[in-house]
């Protein structure tokens, strides 16, 4: 039974990496006992399982079979306290926020263990002097790796924590400072119960450990005093014991446990219990007070974390958010990224796209007349009526005044067909408008005879185009313009012979729109689309890629280990994003509308709360990927795999690639496509955010709440599978 002078025990520690069939075997029925109030030296060559074996201490990592007792209890049981507030844990790695200063890091881990910001200030005071700690206000990435250290320790210190678990805390320090470490080390466990346990590669400083644990490949060789070690291998130092027990152990990779000598096998804290590491008050305790003390202790634990829990959450998310904000704020290029790129983005999409094509080359022909001067003479007349007859002449110009009219038009003039046909399968031109020789008479013909007039005059009052049709938008753009003015040259002919204005219109009245008017920009109708898309994969691309860093650098399992749940870290991020995303979201749709005078005849605030559930939508799909994708190249191929077909099949985006080349309209879809779509995060919303804009429709219409209703589904969706990605990772 583990005693209450025992902190730690270890009976029987198998742990593995990789598959069952395939493990690496990294602890090989380890057993290990730290008591109270003692340093305990955990020494072994690189790569033996020392931070695997601590890192299943503070319940970072589980054994696969054998069991770890931390005060009496498993890490990891509610109400522990480890991971948490009893355990200070200072990794190998810095494991600090790189854009927080000094004073910000210490305050962040102190706020984390449940501290108020006086008791922080205190003890911080006293750590600057006892660590040397750099200037408070510098940012840790000022800082040396000598410095980072010291404060990576200052924050393992800053809760009096009941055991100090320590990853190689004197790499990089100067032997003064490294002395002054051990020196206060050795203090602190004398004055209080603080145990110790600590890993080095300086094996002889290790010397001032009350006992030492001498790992190879998983299992402790010797767990011993220094002294007694030296002893029995008749050394001088502990290095020489350590070669010593490694070289009788052989190369081997794989110790047979069964093998190792008893005394050293067993390894128990009995042997270390020979040494007078704990005060005589406390070695005077009896077992059975002990007892009833670590029980009570326990109860007051279960207890004080139930009564602290608010105020501990509280201050966990305010401590992560504060975490966030400065991370964020520090980092130029994070700003950039929120707040410039979707105004770069939208200025980019306004001035590229759904503008009206300019300058488009027409080349024109007529052989109605040899030169086209005779289009400038100013005597020259096109429509004369006498007598109830109309005549018509070189009305041809009268086209082309039209065309000029329209201002995309560039007019080629061509004085043959050949050349302009030579030109346009040179692509210098888009194509080339024909008029016939006697175009005009033929055109006069056709009005006062109508349907008597002759199958020549007919063809020959027909102008004729050929148009490249490679660039498809263009085409059809340079068709209705040229329809349009045709329609127009009509008009005036038809004014000037004085005939009924109806002659010359279709048989067919488009009336006043019931939505939108009959010139919607393409851009207005875009754009809902456009903007939705972008803010979505802009959050989820910063999400991924702060979550990943943040695992990377050892913050978020630091985090973890100083008692922060993954539930309270996920909130705390997701509060941050949110706030983030309805700035951003205002920022866009005030941009959009005072700068690209986009019209909204629905509410402006629904429109906020829609993209920034979007955004929302889009963070937590990031959070996703970080979940299941171990580095930022992974997660940038997960976003962007997942960009391409999400844009593809979406409705709206179609028509953007359809300018650019790549699309068919959605109604080319098969229909089981079709309902598929509809349920991308997308889809419906953009056609929200279209019916909000265009048809002012508030959130009791289905074609506005079912958009809603489907990025809160995805919302869901993606929470859920973030929260079981997290689980399953911890
Ligand atoms: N997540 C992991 N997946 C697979 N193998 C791992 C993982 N973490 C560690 N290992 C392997 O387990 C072994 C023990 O690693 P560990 O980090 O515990 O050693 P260590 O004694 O702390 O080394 P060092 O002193 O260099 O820090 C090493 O061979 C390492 O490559």
């Not at 902190?7 to 109270?36: D, F, H, Q, T």
């Not at 003692?38 to 033996?48: E, F, M, P, T």
């Not at 009005?447 to 660039?471: F, K, P």
């Amino acid at each position: 039974m583990t005693s209450s002078a025992t902190a730690v025990e270890v009976r029987n520690g198998y742990k593995y990496y990789g598959s069952k069939s395939n493990p690496k075997i990294v602890l090989n029925y380890l057993n290990m006992s730290v008591l109270r109030g003692s340093i305990y030296g955990l020494l072994g060559a690189s790569g033996c399982g020392k931070t695997t074996l601590l890192s299943c201490l503070v319940g970072q990592r589980r054994l696969n079979t054998g069991d770890v007792r931390v005060f009496g209890v498993k890490p990891g049981m509610p109400g522990s306290g480890v991971p948490g507030i009893r355990v200070g844990y200072m990794p190998q790695e810095i494991a600090l926020v790189e854009e927080m200063s000094v004073r910000e890091t210490i305050y962040y881990f102190g706020r984390i263990y449940g501290m108020t910001d006086e008791r922080i200030y205190e003890k911080f005071k006293n750590l600057c002097s006892l660590l040397q700690l750099p200037p408070t206000g510098q940012l840790i990435k000022k800082c040396s790796g000598g410095q980072q250290r010291r404060v990576s320790f200052a924050c393992a210190l800053i809760h009096d924590p009941e055991l100090l678990i320590l990853d190689e805390p004197t790499v990089g320090l100067d032997p003064e400072l490294r002395e002054k470490i051990w020196e206060f080390l050795i203090e602190t466990t004398r004055s209080n119960k603080l145990a110790v346990i600590i890993t080095t590669h300086y094996i002889e400083e290790a010397r001032q450990a009350n006992c030492i644990g001498l790992m190879r490949n998983g299992v402790l060789l010797a767990e011993d005093t220094p002294e007694n070690i030296m002893r029995r291998f008749e050394v001088n130092s502990v290095e020489e014991a350590f070669l010593i027990l490694s070289q009788r152990q052989g190369d081997s990779d794989v110790i047979d446990v069964a093998q190792l000598p008893r005394a050293d096998y067993q390894a128990t804290s009995a042997i270390c219990d020979g040494v007078e590491v704990i005060d005589s008050a406390i070695e005077k305790e009896s077992s059975i007070k002990d007892q009833l003390e670590m029980e009570d202790s326990n109860k007051e634990h279960k207890m004080k974390d139930l009564r602290e829990w608010l105020f501990i959450t509280r201050g966990r998310i305010k401590a992560l958010m504060i975490k966030n904000f400065v991370q964020l704020s520090r980092q130029p290029s994070g700003v950039v990224f929120m707040l410039l790129f979707p105004l770069i983005d939208l200025t980019c999409f306004y001035l590229a796209i759904g503008r009206t094509p300019q300058d488009l080359k027409v080349g024109l022909v007529s052989e109605e007349f040899s030169k086209w001067e005779t289009c400038h003479d100013p005597q020259l007349r096109m429509v004369s009526a006498f007598n109830e007859t109309c005549y018509l002449s070189n009305t041809s110009c009268l086209y082309v005044k039209e065309l000029e009219a329209m201002n995309h038009i560039n007019r080629i003039f061509y004085d043959n067909l050949e050349d302009a046909y030579r030109d346009a399968k040179e692509a210098d031109i888009l194509g080339y408008v024909y008029v016939p020789h006697n175009f005009s008479q033929s055109m006069q013909i056709l009005i006062e005879y109508g349907r008597n007039a002759d199958d020549e005059d007919i063809a020959n009052a027909e102008i004729a185009v050929r148009l490249d049709m490679t660039d498809r938008q263009v085409s059809l753009f340079l068709e209705q313009k040229l329809r349009e003015a045709f329609g127009n040259y009509l008009k005036t002919i038809i004014n000037e012979c004085n005939l009924p204005a109806s002659v010359g219109n279709l048989p067919i009245n488009f009336q006043k729109p019931i939505y939108g008017s009959e010139d919607t920009e393409f851009q207005q109708f875009v754009a809902p689309g456009v903007i939705m898309t972008m803010v979505f994969f802009l959050a989820t691309l910063m999400t991924a890629s702060v979550f990943i860093s943040e695992r990377l650098d050892g913050i978020w399992d630091r985090s973890l280990v100083a008692g922060v749940s993954t539930t309270q870290m996920l909130w705390a991020h997701l509060f941050t994003q949110l706030i983030i995303m309805i700035i951003q979201s205002t920022e866009v749709i005030v941009f959009v509308g005072l700068v690209f005078d986009t019209y909204n005849r629905g509410s402006t605030l629904l429109l906020i709360f829609l993209l920034s559930l979007n955004s929302f939508c889009g963070m937590l799909f990031g959070l996703l990927i970080s979940v299941w994708c171990k580095s930022h190249t992974e997660a940038n191929f997960s976003a962007t795999g997942a960009f391409y077909p999400m844009i593809i099949l979406c409705e709206y985006f179609k028509i953007i690639l359809y300018i650019i080349g790549l699309l068919w309209p959605l109604e080319g879809m098969p229909t089981y496509l079709r309902k598929i779509v509809v349920f991308f995060p997308f889809t419906l919303s953009t056609t929200s955010a279209r019916n909000i804009i265009e048809k002012g429709w508030d959130l009791t219409h289905p074609d506005v709440y079912n958009g809603f209703l489907v990025i809160l589904a995805w919302i869901i969706i993606f929470f859920s599978f973030c929260m079981i990605g997290t689980k399953r990772n911890t």
